[in-house]
């Protein structure tokens, strides 16, 4: 399957049309932001890191009962994906307080939390992505409320199954941001990403930071974070 024109650019990926209208290709760059594009970098080989561990975790998901967007790995940096509307929600679910839940609630990063949280921010650059809650996002029309439930249980699902899978990995999954689509028919499904980028990964002994917060935050060691936590996922999956 071939691009034929770029429909869209975003902070991390590109999208391409294909001859089949049902149909498009995701390009993973190695573009790097934070704090809503006000930091900008590159983190060297996280397009190729992104696109296979996305469609690593999506296929796992998809066998496991999940409905994800993933079609076919293309090459290292591309995929053939089924085109979606996005659903603009971001799905934050959190095992473990970090990032904004514990700048927002006075609280220490590190918390282990007895069931995890499902929060949902408006996906929306000009207004900050604001936090908004299953009423604010159907009043919205964002998704109806048989959307929100359906969504809802998918994002418990994966957070069981990744948090297994990164677990025998030695790894803690945190928390993590998802994104659905509706198909054409408006069948919801899994989309966007799923990587270090949108997923805060520490090693389960040392607590050290495997994930996008390296570059956020200055720590260094970017790129061999990358590295190390694609090295775990291919040796266990
Ligand atoms: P937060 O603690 O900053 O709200 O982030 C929660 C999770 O969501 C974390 O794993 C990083 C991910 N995330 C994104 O994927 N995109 C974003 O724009 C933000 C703010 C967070
Ligand atoms: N990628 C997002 C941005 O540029 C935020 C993040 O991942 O921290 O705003």
Same mark, same amino acid.
């Given at each position: 399957?071939?691009?034929?024109?770029?429909l869209?650019?975003g902070?991390?990926?590109?999208?391409?049309?294909?001859?089949?209208?049902r149909?498009?290709?995701v *390009? #993973? @760059?190695? !573009? /790097?932001?934070?704090?809503?594009? +006000?930091?900008?970098?590159?983190? &060297?080989?996280?397009g190729v890191i992104?696109?296979?561990?996305s469609?690593?975790?999506?296929?796992?998901?998809?066998?496991?009962?999940?409905?994800?967007?993933?079609?076919?790995?293309?090459?290292?940096?591309?995929?053939?994906?089924?085109?979606?509307?996005?659903?603009?929600?971001?799905?934050?679910?959190?095992?473990?307080?970090?990032?904004?839940?514990?700048?927002?609630y006075g609280?220490a990063?590190?918390?282990?939390?007895?069931?995890?949280?499902?929060?949902? *921010? #408006? @996906?929306? !650059? /000009?207004?900050?992505?604001?936090? +908004?809650?299953?009423?604010?996002? &159907?009043?919205?029309?964002l998704?109806?409320?048989?959307?929100?439930?359906?969504?809802?249980?998918?994002?418990?699902?994966?957070?069981?199954?990744?948090?297994?899978?990164?677990?025998?990995c030695?790894?803690?999954?945190v928390?993590f941001?998802?994104?659905f689509?509706?198909?054409?028919?408006?069948?919801?499904?899994?989309?966007d990403?799923?990587?270090?980028?949108?997923?805060?990964?520490?090693?389960?002994?040392?607590?050290e930071?495997?994930?996008?917060?390296?570059f956020r935050?200055?720590l260094?060691?970017?790129?061999?974070?990358?590295?190390?936590?694609?090295?775990?996922?291919?040796?266990?999956?």
């Amino acid at each position: 399957m071939e691009k034929i024109h770029e429909l869209y650019e975003g902070k991390a990926k590109k999208l391409y049309s294909t001859p089949d209208p049902r149909l498009v290709i995701v *390009s #993973y @760059k190695d !573009d /790097a932001t934070a704090f809503n594009g +006000l930091k900008k970098g590159t983190i &060297v080989g996280k397009g190729v890191i992104n696109n296979k561990m996305s469609n690593l975790l999506m296929q796992r998901l998809e066998k496991m009962g999940v409905p994800t967007h993933f079609v076919e790995e293309l090459n290292d940096r591309e995929t053939l994906v089924k085109k979606v509307s996005i659903v603009p929600l971001e799905v934050i679910v959190r095992n473990v307080s970090a990032g904004s839940f514990a700048k927002h609630y006075g609280v220490a990063e590190g918390i282990v939390f007895s069931k995890p949280t499902i929060e949902f *921010s #408006y @996906k929306n !650059d /000009a207004l900050e992505d604001p936090l +908004l809650n299953e009423e604010h996002a &159907v009043a919205l029309k964002l998704a109806t409320e048989e959307e929100i439930t359906l969504i809802k249980k998918y994002a418990l699902q994966v957070n069981e199954i990744l948090k297994a899978f990164w677990d025998e990995c030695g790894v803690t999954l945190v928390d993590f941001k998802l994104e659905f689509g509706r198909l054409y028919d408006g069948t919801i499904v899994l989309a966007d990403e799923i990587s270090p980028d949108t997923s805060r990964l520490w090693d389960s002994k040392t607590g050290e930071k495997l994930d996008k917060d390296r570059f956020r935050r200055d720590l260094g060691g970017v790129e061999e974070a990358y590295a190390e936590i694609m090295k775990r996922l291919q040796e266990r999956i």
